[in-house]
């Protein structure tokens, strides 16, 4: 059994009362597949578990994922070798809305600029009680549009709501009973102060956020991201971003992690990222432990849950 590590801030008491647990960090698939040969169950976040490797693990029944995301395993391949693969579904719901919101409202008052320029010693020599140098706006009265309104879009929106914006969604399957408008994704597009991205990554969405879709925005349209770097044509953002095509971008993932040397957005204009963190609050992690062992336990009692694989 192969686990991630989370450098002992959270124990792995509950994965651990399952049965005998090896702990792994390969880098590449040949060494997954040495360190998993006799494993029935591997746990992973990230490590891309694919055909070539699944088929090399011939005692391999179960899959367990620490994350919400699939799309780092094969999951055809599962079905082939009759491997059961099952995700976390909904441990990091508030963690990810606090993000999303958190990012927004650094972006909105410039705080990364003037905490630095506080720490610069820029207030010390003020000649008045406060100074202004970078700009601030008011969230109150904007329209938040939620690309995706599953949990944690619905999540986002209850807190967009208390800070009295307007919220629009669009979702792929009508959404009923909310108080909030679904609108086709043209609209949310076209009309949206925020755009919050809560979708996954698939073949309908992959790169949703391209030169089409940036020509949508307003000006004044900040870009928001905590779901997965694929979902945005980079290139496109960087683009419309250093020529003030929209006003901003907050985002907590990129296409390739971790961040390459060369990603455009590195030093794009009025681009606020951070290191796919949002999932990272303790209390966060310690219920994803107890999910993953949760389905490996169900798996080994013959009735699996949060199954992917079927």
């Known amino acids: 059994m192969q686990t991630v590590s989370f450098d002992g801030d959270i124990d792995f008491k509950d994965v651990e009362a399952l049965g005998e647990v090896v702990y792994a960090n390969p880098k590449t698939p040949d060494e997954l597949i040495d360190v998993c040969r006799d494993a029935t169950a591997v746990l992973v976040n990230k490590t891309v578990l694919d055909e070539y490797v699944i088929a090399r693990l011939p005692r391999l029944k179960f899959i367990g994922i620490f994350a919400t995301g699939y799309n780092n395993v094969d999951l055809a ?22 993000h999303a919101i958190g990012l927004m409202l650094a972006f909105a008052g410039s705080l990364p ?52 914006m307007r919220v629009i969604f669009c979702n792929r399957s009508k959404v009923e009973n909310t108080p909030y408008r679904q609108v086709e994704a043209d609209e949310l597009f076209q009309t949206s ?12 969405t992959d790169r949703i956020i391209n030169q089409n879709t940036l020509a949508m925005m ?93």
Not at 128 to 136: A, E, V
């Open 193 to 204: 102060d925020y755009i919050t991205l809560h979708c996954p990554l698939n073949g309908d």
């Open 113 to 164: 600029d003037y905490f630095a320029s506080v720490k610069r010693g820029d207030w010390l020599t003020s000649k008045g009680f406060c100074y202004y140098g970078y700009p601030m706006h008011e969230v109150y009265g904007k329209t938040m549009g939620i690309f995706g309104f599953g949990n944690i879009g619905k999540s986002v929106a209850k807190i967009a709501d208390a800070l009295g």
């Open 77 to 98: 391949a599962c079905k082939k070798y009759g491997v059961t693969c099952s995700n976390a579904p909904n441990y990091s719901t508030h963690a990810v809305a606090q």
């Open 218 to 310: 307003k000006k004044t349209a900040v870009l928001i991201n905590t779901a997965r770097g694929g979902l945005i044509d980079e290139a496109a953002l960087a683009q419309a971003l250093n020529e003030g095509k929209i006003a901003g971008a907050c985002l907590d993932v990129l296409s390739q992690e971790p961040m390459q040397a060369h990603t455009p957005l590195r030093t794009a204009k009025n681009c606020l990222i951070t290191p796919h963190a949002a999932w990272l609050p303790q209390e966060t992690r310690q219920a994803l432990e107890r999910l993953v062992a949760q389905n490996l336990k169900a798996f080994l009692e013959g009735k699996p849950q949060n199954v992917v694989s079927e």
